[in-house]
């Protein structure tokens, strides 16, 4: 995302909330931090606080969940950082990853040149004030690092550019250690490294990010047909975790962006008040990976069939999305604030997060904190629940703040003990996005929480 593409206007009936907002709950609730803010920061690198990290793993599970533990045909790895150099030589990374970088002569803003409008470029002329542009530069995005001390023995290498190169690597021990077959696929969820030359947009484009990647593995007749499949279970997947459906699309690319091995390529972009951005990449790679590494590691990567005998090598269709970019998108796509009303007078901030998502499942509230009875049974059901999900006791301030504390960061339920409990051992259940109540028996509010909160989608 440059500073080129204007803020657009919803499509649907609920405005897009500035990113500002976003920052600001993050840092106030403790989702995201800044990167070494004691020392003035770092740009294009954050940390993830208490809900954050709730949050993220929740992200992470979920997708760990629908595309390894419920696929027969797929298995999981997590590879290291940190490969051998050449890795990056056979993968084109050393040669061809960079970006180029242009500066308006006048207003001194930088720009890559393909974020650029056409008209700008062919004009050569800033999308901003119209000065005149510098010849494009070129930036190699690689990170390096080196291993070994002693002279002669250090070796310069790279932090992972992207995270699915493990896989291609790791391809060959996991055919012979897992008894997979052609159709199979491998995914992984790993940290990648970037020195973005445009970092920005809070997590949308960070020099450390997290990707998870698919590389399923085919017979090159059998291509067309899972790329189709995997095209539409992401889409699918994404689907099932937004609330505005209307802002997801597919974005086929052009010939020009096309790599020279593949027949098609698609992003799954979702619309926010950047306009459309890239948030998953379905690519066709056919054998370019493994005849690279092939290539330059002089190992035959190429297939033997069990059945038919036939040998060659696989190609590949490859799901690759980003672990912060759903974190940012959730959090946008969530994100409402809602006017006084009937229900609650003051307005509030909500999260409208899916429940198997939020970072927090159940806030247990007793309605007043001066009552030693009220305050015992609420802690003894909190112990209960938290065994089971992440729960939070809260006694701090009226209920109605409570309520409204809980709402700010998704929480879907809220449990309240009153004087009625006391009685009859009902509580009441309040649900987030209708802030309707609910009494039910104490005995039974694990599991009906657990029947709301766990997941229940399969691809
Ligand atoms: P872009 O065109 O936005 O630079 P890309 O096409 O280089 O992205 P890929 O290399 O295909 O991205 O990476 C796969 C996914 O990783 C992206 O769809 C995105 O979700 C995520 N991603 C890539 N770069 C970043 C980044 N700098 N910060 C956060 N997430 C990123």
């Excluded at 593409?5 to 989702?31: A, N, Y």
């Excluded at 070494?36 to 969940?65: A, K, M, T």
């Excluded at 970088?101 to 050569?124: A, Q, T, W």
């Excluded at 330059?296 to 912060?324: A, F, H, M």
């Amino acid at each position: 995302m440059t500073q080129t593409q204007e803020p657009s206007v919803s499509t649907g009936d609920t405005p897009f909330v500035p990113i500002e907002k976003i920052v600001s709950l993050c840092k106030r609730r403790g989702f995201v931090y800044p990167n070494s803010e004691i020392y003035g920061g770092v740009s294009g690198i954050y940390d993830f606080g208490p809900l954050g990290v709730e949050l993220r793993n929740n992200i992470r599970r979920f997708w760990w969940w629908s595309m390894v533990q419920t696929n027969d045909t797929v298995v999981g790895i997590e590879g290291a950082i940190i490969t051998h150099p050449r890795v990056w030589e056979a993968s084109g990374h050393v040669e061809n990853f960079v970006d180029r970088l242009v500066d308006c002569k006048n207003c001194k803003r930088r720009f890559r040149s393909d974020h650029l409008p056409e008209e700008n470029v062919r004009l050569n002329k800033c999308p901003v004030c119209g000065g005149e542009l510098t010849e494009p530069r070129k930036f190699n995005l690689m990170m390096e690092t080196y291993i070994g001390v002693l002279e002669g023995e250090r070796m310069k290498t790279y932090l992972r550019g992207e995270a699915s190169q493990n896989i291609y690597l790791d391809y060959d021990n996991v055919l012979k250690s897992s008894r997979m077959a052609i159709p199979f696929g491998i995914c992984q969820i790993g940290k990648a490294f970037r020195n973005e030359v445009t970092p920005g947009n809070f997590l949308f484009r960070q020099r450390e990010f997290e990707q998870w990647d698919l590389q399923f593995f085919v017979h090159p007749s059998e291509m067309q047909q899972w790329f189709d499949y995997w095209k539409e279970r992401r889409f699918e997947w994404y689907q099932s975790i937004i609330n505005h459906k209307d802002r997801l699309r597919f974005r086929p690319h052009g010939a020009d962006e096309l790599a020279h091995y593949a027949k098609q390529a698609f992003d799954i972009e979702y619309q926010t008040v950047l306009g459309w951005q890239e948030w998953e990449g379905i690519h066709w790679r056919q054998d370019w990976d493994l005849s690279r590494h092939s290539e330059y590691s002089g190992q035959d990567l190429s297939y033997t069939d069990p059945e038919t005998k036939e040998r060659y090598l696989p190609w590949i269709v490859e799901t690759s999305g980003g672990v912060d970019r759903t974190f940012l998108n959730l959090l946008i796509d969530a994100y409402e604030e809602e006017p006084p009303s009937g229900k609650d007078k003051e307005g509030r901030t909500v999260l409208h997060l899916n429940p198997l998502l939020a970072p927090v499942k159940v806030a247990v509230l007793p309605l007043q904190k001066n009552k030693e009875e009220l305050v015992t049974t609420a802690r003894e059901l909190h112990a209960k629940l938290r065994r089971l999900m992440v729960s939070q006791y809260d006694d701090v301030a009226n209920i109605g703040r409570r309520y409204r504390r809980q709402d700010e960061i998704g929480t879907p339920f809220c449990v309240t003990i009153d004087f009625t409990t006391l009685e009859d051992q009902t509580v009441t259940i309040r649900e987030r996005d209708s802030m309707s109540q609910i009494r039910r028996h104490m005995n039974e509010v694990p599991a009906y929480l657990l029947e709301r909160v766990r997941w229940d989608y399969s691809v």
